[in-house]
C-alpha cells in the first residue's frame, strides 16, 4: 500500500470539504425552512395551497435529483426572465444552483416528513391545550410542533444522511467538492480505487458524526417514553 | 346584590349529521354548585359538557361564562363563534379535566402544571413554579413532578390533570368522566381530591357514573336523557325516590 498516497489524497480532499459541508449546512437549512412552510401549505386547509404543496412534493420526489440540478444549473439561464434579471449574477454560480436544487428536492421530502410526525400527535394533547386556551401558532410552537418533531426525528436523520451524499451530485455542476475533487485527482492520476476509497472514508466519518449527533438529540428529546429512573420509583 | 351565575347555558342544540345529540339543554351553576351530571352513554352529557368550553360547537343556545355571553355568529344555518380571542379567553377560565387525562408526554408533571399560567396567562415563571408545587402538594403527587405522564399510574395522571387545570384559576371546573378509564382501585384517590375541591367551594359540573360523588358530594343532580335534561334536583330529591321513573331505572343498574 501506498501510504504516502494515500495521505496526500486525504488532504487534497479534506481541502474540500469546507465546500462540501457548505452545501450540506445551506441546503439542510433552506430545505427545512422550505418544508414548514410546505407542511404549512399543505395541511393548513385551503384547498389550493394544498393542492400546490401536493404537487410540488410529487414533482420534487418523483424526478431524479440529478435531473433537477441539471435542469436548475443549464436549464434556467434559457430563460431571458430570469438571465435579465437581478438573481442571475447568483443563479450563475454553480454552487447557488447546487444548493437550491438541493434545498428544493429535500423540502418535498422533509415535508412529507413533518407531515407524518404532526399525524402521529395525538388529537387529545391537541384538545387539552384548546382547552386551557391555546390556539395558533403559540399552540403550534408549545405542543403541536415539539411533539410531532419527535414523532418524525427518526425518519429526519434518515433524510439528512441522505442529504449528506446528495452533496456529490454537485461535483456534476462544476462544484469543488469533496466527490469533484476526487474525480479531478483521478483523472490527474487514474489510481480510482484508493481516491474514491478515501472519499468514501471522508462521507463515512461526516455520517458516522452526523448519526451520533441525530442518536444524542433523540435520546434528550424522548425522556419521557424510557423507563422510570431510579430516583422517582416509590 | 345579585348573584352572577358562574356558569349559565341557555337551550343549547348540537347535531352531528342528522342526528340530533342536544335537543335544548339550560343549567345554571352558581358560586360553589357541585353539578352532577348523569345519564346512560349516548344520552349527550359529554357533548354537553364539550359545548361549554367549545370543543363541540353547539348549532343553537347561548352560554356566558361569570357574567360574560360567547358571542357567536349564524350564517346559513350554521353557527360558530365570533372571535377566536374571546373563545381563547372563555377556555382558560374554564378547567377542564378529561376522561383520559390528555397531559402533554412530552412534558413532565410541573411543567404540564405550568404551561397555561406563563404562556396563556403570562405569568411570571417563578410564581407560576410556587403555585403549581402547591397545587402539585393539594392533589398528593408533590414528589411526582419531575416524572413523565407515562411513568404515572392513571390515578395519578387524572390528579395531574386536575392540578394542570386549577393552575388557570379558572371560575368553574368541568370534568368529563373523570374516573372511567381508572382502574377501580385508583378512583378513590381522584375522587377523594374531586371532594376536596367541592368542600372548598370550586364551582364545579361533574359527568360521572360515580353514584356516591353525585349522591354525597353534589349538591344537584342534573339526569339527562335523550339529549334532553329528563329530571334534576338535590340529591335527596333525586335518590330519595323523587327522581323521574327513567332516573329510578337509571340507578337501579348501579345497584342504588
Keep these: 500500500m501506498d501510504f504516502a498516497f494515500l495521505s496526500s489524497t486525504m488532504v487534497t480532499l479534506l481541502a474540500a470539504l469546507p465546500m462540501t459541508l457548505a452545501l450540506f449546512g445551506c441546503s439542510i437549512v433552506l430545505g427545512g425552512l422550505l418544508a414548514l412552510l410546505l407542511v404549512w401549505m399543505r395541511t393548513g386547509g385551503n384547498p389550493i395551497l394544498s393542492g400546490f404543496a401536493k404537487a410540488y412534493i410529487f414533482v420534487f420526489r418523483g424526478s431524479p435529483l440529478l435531473i433537477q440540478m441539471f435542469l436548475v444549473f443549464y436549464g434556467l439561464g434559457q430563460f431571458g426572465v430570469i438571465r435579465y434579471s437581478f438573481l442571475w449574477p447568483m443563479l450563475r454560480e454553480p454552487f447557488v444552483c447546487a444548493v437550491l436544487s438541493l434545498a428544493l428536492c429535500t423540502a418535498g421530502y422533509t415535508a412529507e416528513i413533518f407531515r407524518g410526525g404532526i399525524r402521529a400527535v395525538s388529537p387529545k394533547e391537541i384538545e387539552a391545550a384548546r382547552s386551557i386556551g391555546m390556539s395558533g401558532f403559540l399552540l403550534v410552537r408549545r405542543i403541536l410542533a415539539p411533539i410531532a418533531f419527535r414523532h418524525a426525528l427518526p425518519a429526519y436523520s434518515t433524510e439528512i444522511v441522505l442529504m449528506m451524499k446528495s452533496t456529490a451530485l454537485a461535483s456534476l455542476v462544476t462544484v469543488w467538492e469533496v466527490t469533484g475533487v476526487a474525480q479531478r485527482l483521478i483523472s490527474h492520476t487514474y489510481r480510482t480505487m484508493e481516491v474514491f476509497l478515501c472519499a468514501a472514508i471522508i462521507y463515512l466519518v461526516l455520517n458516522f458524526v452526523i448519526l451520533q449527533a441525530m442518536g444524542l438529540l433523540e435520546y434528550h428529546l424522548s425522556r419521557h417514553r424510557r423507563a422510570i429512573p431510579q430516583a422517582l420509583k416509590a | 346584590m345579585a348573584r352572577v351565575n358562574r356558569l349559565s347555558v341557555r337551550n343549547i342544540r348540537k347535531s352531528f349529521g342528522t342526528h340530533e345529540v342536544l335537543r335544548g339543554i339550560s343549567l345554571d351553576a352558581e358560586d360553589g354548585d357541585v353539578i352532577s351530571l348523569l345519564g346512560a352513554s349516548g344520552s349527550g352529557k359529554s357533548t354537553f359538557l364539550r359545548c361549554i368550553n367549545l370543543l363541540e360547537i353547539a348549532n343553537d343556545g347561548e ?100 392540578a394542570r387545570a386549577l393552575a388557570m384559576k379558572p ?30 367551594g370550586t364551582t364545579m359540573l361533574v359527568v360521572t357514573h360515580e353514584m356516591s360523588f353525585a349522591r354525597n358530594v353534589s349538591n344537584r343532580v342534573v339526569f339527562m336523557r335523550d339529549g334532553l335534561i329528563d329530571s334534576s334536583g338535590t340529591p335527596d330529591e333525586m335518590f330519595g325516590g323523587g327522581g323521574s321513573p327513567a332516573f329510578r331505572q337509571f340507578i337501579g343498574h348501579f345497584g342504588s
Design chain 2, 171 to 200: 371560575k368553574v371546573m368541568l370534568f368529563d368522566e373523570p374516573t372511567s378509564a381508572l382502574d377501580p382501585e385508583l378512583v378513590g384517590e381522584v375522587l377523594r381530591v374531586m371532594r376536596a375541591l367541592a368542600e372548598e
Design chain 2, 63 to 162: 352560554i356566558w361564562v361569570d357574567g360574560e355571553q360567547i358571542r357567536m355568529v349564524h350564517r346559513n344555518g350554521r353557527s360558530k363563534p365570533e372571535s377566536h380571542r374571546q373563545v381563547d379567553h372563555i377556555r382558560s377560565e374554564l378547567g377542564m379535566v378529561f376522561q383520559s387525562f390528555n397531559l402533554w408526554s412530552h412534558m413532565t408533571i410541573l411543567q404540564n402544571v405550568i404551561e397555561g399560567p406563563i404562556h396563556v396567562l403570562r405569568r411570571p415563571r417563578s410564581e407560576a413554579i410556587a403555585e403549581a408545587e402547591a397545587l402539585l402538594e393539594k392533589v398528593g403527587i408533590a414528589d411526582k413532578r419531575h416524572a413523565y405522564p407515562a411513568h404515572l399510574s392513571g390515578g395519578q395522571q387524572q390528579r395531574a390533570a386536575i
